[in-house]
Each structure stands twice: as structure tokens, then as C-alpha cells.
T-cell receptor, first 112, second 110 residues
Framework: DAGVTQSPTHLIKTRGQQVTLRCSPK?????VSWYQQALGQGPQFIFQ???????QRGNFPDRFSGHQFPNYSSELNVNALLLGDSALYLC???????????FGSGTQLSVL | GIQVEQSPPDLILQEGANSTLRCNFS?????LQWFHQNPWGQLINLFY???GTKQNGRLSATTVATERYSLLYISSSQTTDSGVYFC????????????FGKGTLLTVNP
């Protein structure tokens, strides 16, 4: 039973570029959430997708957008990258109503 | 929004010792989870425990929702227990968003 998988594992971009991160949820899960974790901090909620719709959004600018596909996989897009976007981006999946989150290994994004 | 405070921020133990990590939260919660983040960044879900007590091997957790705190107990610690332990809560109005504390960095020395 595959857990949550994320790609790529590492990414280096320059300021102003755009990036797309990908996530496949744990088998049987239908809800995907994205979190940003800065060095030395706890993860911060970006948004959650269910039934291909953004269900709730955290305190992140519109440069952060996402998508969920019919097979429940998800993408996180970040436009006009800033140095401050450098962080570990974590994807978590769950079953609607169940509450318990399972996390992927993350994508380490470095913006130079 | 809801505030989550974890203590202590850092903890150093010798292998075999026991420890208690605390999580205080500022409002009523629907959902409380404990996670362990290993040195490679992987977040492992330890407990889903909005109230009551659960045990899993050497780990156990207790949440007293009415007093707005949760405790994570680690007994007979091993070097593989090292890493950061996070408490995360979902407040009553949020439904879907987990708010994390800053974590407790645990180092277990052989």
C-alpha cells in the first residue's frame, strides 16, 4: 500500500520563476492538503482540496494555487517566486471526515 | 486563530530514559494529532487523539480537552526516537486546517 508520494524531492529555482509540485495521496484517500514548512518552524497550512475544489485556504497570497485531478492527485503551483518561498513543501492526504493526516516526504524548494 | 504552545522546546535524553512532552492550546478543538518528524523531514502520524488516552508500544498520549492540553509520553527512549515532535490541532471553526506548534526537538544519546 503506497503512502503519500511527492515529486520532485528537491528543486532549485531563481526569483521570479514558477514552480509546480506534485502529490499522489495514500490509496483510498480523497482529500489533499498542502503545507509549507520553513526551517525551524512547524508546517503552515496553505490549502486543502476535495472533489477537485479548494475547500479552505490559509494565509497565503494568490501566487500559490493548486489543483486536484479526478484520480485525487494534486499539484501546487507557485508563481513569481520570492526568496522567502524557500521551504519544505509537504502534502498530506486523508479520507473526508476521518481527520487523521498522512504526510509525504516533502519537496525541498530553494529559491536563489 | 488558535494558538498552540509546545514545551519544552528542546530535550536531551540518555537512551532508556522516559520523557513527557506537553501541548497547550488556546481554544476548543475538534481534532488533535501528534507527529514525529525524523531527521530526513518525514512527518509520521503518531496519534489522532482529540480526547482521552491512547497507547502504541512505548508511546502513549493523553488529551484533556476541557483543560486544553495534551501530553505525549515516551518510555525507554531509543536513539531512533530523535527528531522533532509536533502537536497539531484543528479548531472548532476551521474544519479542515491543522495548526501546528513549533515542536519539541528531542535528542536521544546512546
Amino acid at each position: 500500500d503506497a503512502g503519500v508520494t511527492q515529486s520532485p524531492t528537491h528543486l532549485i529555482k531563481t526569483r521570479g520563476q514558477q514552480v509546480t509540485l506534485r502529490c499522489s495521496p495514500k490509496s483510498g484517500h480523497d482529500t489533499v492538503s498542502w503545507y509549507q514548512q520553513a526551517l525551524g518552524q512547524g508546517p503552515q497550512f496553505i490549502f486543502q482540496y476535495y472533489e477537485e475544489e479548494e475547500r479552505q485556504r490559509g494565509n497565503f497570497p494568490d501566487r500559490f494555487s493548486g489543483h486536484q485531478f479526478p484520480n485525487y492527485s494534486s499539484e501546487l503551483n507557485v508563481n513569481a517566486l520570492l526568496l522567502g518561498d524557500s521551504a519544505l513543501y509537504l502534502c498530506a492526504s486523508s479520507l473526508v471526515g476521518a481527520g487523521k493526516l498522512f504526510f509525504g516526504s516533502g519537496t525541498q524548494l530553494s529559491v536563489l | 486563530g488558535i494558538q498552540v504552545e509546545q514545551s519544552p522546546p528542546d530535550l536531551i535524553l540518555q537512551e532508556g530514559a522516559n520523557s513527557t512532552l506537553r501541548c497547550n492550546f488556546s481554544d476548543s478543538v475538534n481534532n488533535l494529532q501528534w507527529f514525529h518528524q525524523n531527521p530526513w523531514g518525514q512527518l509520521i502520524n503518531l496519534f489522532y487523539i482529540p480526547s482521552g488516552t491512547k497507547q502504541n508500544g512505548r508511546l502513549s498520549a493523553t488529551t484533556v480537552a476541557t483543560e486544553r492540553y495534551s501530553l505525549l509520553y515516551i518510555s525507554s527512549s531509543q536513539t531512533t526516537d530523535s527528531g522533532v515532535y509536533f502537536c497539531a490541532v484543528e479548531d472548532g471553526g476551521s474544519n479542515y486546517k491543522l495548526t501546528f506548534g513549533k515542536g519539541t526537538l528531542l535528542t536521544v544519546n546512546p
